[in-house]
């Protein structure tokens, strides 16, 4: 038996290739009992806390560990067969294999948790602005990812024996080329990032600058959608709105109506002032009216009226509730001027001729 096991098989010992068998076997073995048991006492244990991220954590790292165990029982396992390295030099290879997938694994294990650091900063960020938010963590998660596979690449070239130095030095000749041709892609770029951190609007507000006006539809990596009230689409490059002034609308708590009405010079001053204090008190009942602040005066003797400045606020901003507001309020006004007898005024005017015209006349054409 034991002159048996002792005989080569393509110049190995049989009892090796048993060895070969067993340690792979092993592996397996070990490796299942990591996905079936431990890990699931792992996730049991995570779904208990209120720690969120633990289950994200576990569900990243298991395939890459699992991997891992199955490398390095394959790798122990040709160890073990010691096949003489006149015929193959395998242990020179799998020595040179081994750092180079475990690089590989550990890339793939980083790669994973990329997206937990994106899902955290996400959360992080959602108190604020949940659509920014979002933007925000795809973009961090795509450029952790970018980040990863650059440095692990760069881990596995040195691996594999090749000069790392010579590969940077080429990279940053490469590198000032690309950077020189593409300026206007990563200041593009840098103000999306300047956009999602200031965050000066988010899709769906209405906003102005310059001669653009209308409603943001998109916010992307390059530039930003605006769709303008006419419909059309405005496809604004994001370096420019980091540039210019931004008027967004609908960061307004309230919105303003500020207008003036004239009344005709022949108004009584007493039906005048009732006119002043039936306005406020009109303003004051009306529900779409802000309370903590409006203006109803006389301010000015125009040209041609009597004019009374009204200043106030809207409670909604919604451009149709403001609207809507603004005539219902319009209206009330125009009853109670008539309710008093007053009559708005407009643009006249008056030509008096003295006793001097008159004296000039000849009296055959009187």
Excluded at 62 to 74: E, N, R
Excluded at 92 to 116: C, E, K, M, N
Aim: glycine share 6%; no cysteine.
């Amino acid at each position: 038996m034991l002159e048996m096991v002792q005989k080569l098989f393509l110049g190995i010992p049989i009892y090796r290739y048993g060895f070969f068998i067993l340690i792979i076997f092993f592996a397996f073995l070990i490796n299942k009992i990591f996905n079936n048991v431990i890990i699931r006492i792992l996730k049991k244990w995570a779904a208990k806390t209120r720690f969120e991220y633990d289950d994200l954590f576990i569900e990243a790292i298991y395939p890459p560990i699992s991997a891992l165990i199955l490398l390095s029982g394959f790798i122990f396992a040709f160890l073990t067969l010691n096949i003489p390295k006149d015929v193959v030099n395998i242990s020179g290879f799998l020595h040179q294999t081994y750092p180079v997938a475990f690089s590989v694994i550990a890339v793939w294990t980083a790669y994973r948790l990329s997206d937990l650091l994106s899902f955290i900063l996400r959360n992080f960020f959602a108190a604020g602005d949940q659509e920014i938010a979002i933007q925000f963590s795809d973009l961090f998660k795509q450029s952790l990812r970018i980040l990863v596979l650059v440095i692990g690449g760069i881990m596995i070239v040195q691996n594999l024996g090749y000069s790392v130095s010579s590969l940077l030095t080429g990279l940053g000749i490469g590198g000032l080329a690309v950077a020189l041709a593409a300026q206007d892609t990563l200041s593009n770029f840098f103000g999306t990032v300047v956009m999602l951190t200031d965050r000066p609007f988010q899709v769906g507000d209405w906003v102005q600058f310059g001669d653009v006006d209308g409603k943001v539809e998109t916010i992307g990596f390059r530039s930003t959608r605006i769709r303008t009230w006419s419909q059309s689409l405005m496809i604004i490059p994001n370096k420019l709105l980091t540039s210019e002034i931004i008027q967004n609308w609908s960061a307004m708590p309230k919105r303003r109506v500020k207008m003036t009405i004239g009344v005709t010079y022949d108004s009584p001053r007493d039906k005048l002032q009732l006119l002043l204090e039936r306005i406020r008190t009109l303003l004051k009942e009306d529900p779409g009216v802000d309370q903590n602040f409006s203006l109803v005066n006389f301010t000015e003797f125009g040209a041609s009226s009597l004019d009374i400045f009204i200043y106030y606020f809207t409670i909604s901003t919604k451009w149709s509730d403001h609207l809507s507001i603004r005539e219902r309020v319009n209206f009330k006004i125009m009853q109670q001027v008539e309710e008093l007898g007053l009559s708005f005024a407009f643009p006249s005017q008056t030509v008096y001729f003295g006793n001097q015209l008159e004296q000039k006349v000849p009296p055959n054409h009187v």
